[in-house]
């Protein structure tokens, strides 16, 4: 009776931890966000164990099948389509739903997107904030205002439809000059850093747009 949090790969299945591989082959279900990706990765694995979907649109729903089922004496892991659920991605709720109720929940250590992209930066990272996805709307401006004035690197996740916009952005309320590193396609094939002034990076991608999940790290004010 107990509920593991698994980080995936973000994208090489290489990045995939003995642990992770064993806690799936022994958990009587998995949850998933997308059973079609994660049946990929599984099947990479060799396991073969029942896929319970569990997303952002039926979380609500699900919630409280998923605990009385834990309750019931199941062990359940819980799998999003890329990283650590939770960061960004379902799985709070279910979380805090399971300590309510005294189930005890793990989290095993593994691959999130923001942390290689902080060391990837060379900016000092001792201490950050970490954004999840910037509001697009609401609250935009306040909370650029908020981020231009702290100290501290920043790291948030980025749409490549969406990225030369925000460095756009990021240039009216940061300065031109605020260095910025912008790493695309983290462990996969055509990884890519790219480290320089809001201007040149902004620059770049307007002439070479980009493709695939995004992380960007700004530098802190100084």
């Known amino acids: 009776m107990k509920l593991f949090i698994v980080p995936t790969p973000i994208g090489n299945l290489e990045d995939m931890t ?32 029942p896929l319970w979907k569990y997303h952002m649109h039926n979380e609500h729903q699900v919630l409280q099948h998923v605990v009385s089922e834990i309750l019931g004496g199941k062990t359940l892991a819980l799998i999003t389509d890329a990283g650590t659920p939770a960061i960004s991605d379902p799985g709070f709720l ?3 739903e399971c300590i309510k109720n005294a189930i005890e929940v793990e989290c095993l250590p593994g691959a999130t997107a923001f942390v290689p992209a902080l060391v990837d930066s060379g900016f000092p990272i001792n201490r950050f904030v970490y954004e999840g996805f910037l509001p697009q709307k609401k609250g935009r401006m306040t909370m650029l205002n908020l981020l231009k004035e702290e100290e501290r690197a920043i790291v948030f996740y980025e749409s ?13 309320y940061f300065g031109e000059e605020r260095e910025v590193c912008v790493c695309r396609e983290l462990s996969k094939k055509f990884e890519e850093h790219k480290i320089g002034t809001l201007t040149d990076v902004a620059d770049y991608y307007e002439a070479h747009p980009p493709k695939g999940e995004i992380v960007v790290v700004i530098k802190g004010k100084e």
């Open 160 to 172: 490549p439809h969406r990225l030369v916009k925000t460095l756009h952005e990021l240039k009216k």
């Open 18 to 49: 003995l642990r992770a591989v064993r806690i799936l082959k022994e958990a009587d279900a998995i949850l998933a966000e997308d059973t079609r990706t994660s049946g990929v990765l599984l099947k990479h694995y060799d396991i073969s164990k």
């Open 94 to 96: 279910l979380v805090r």
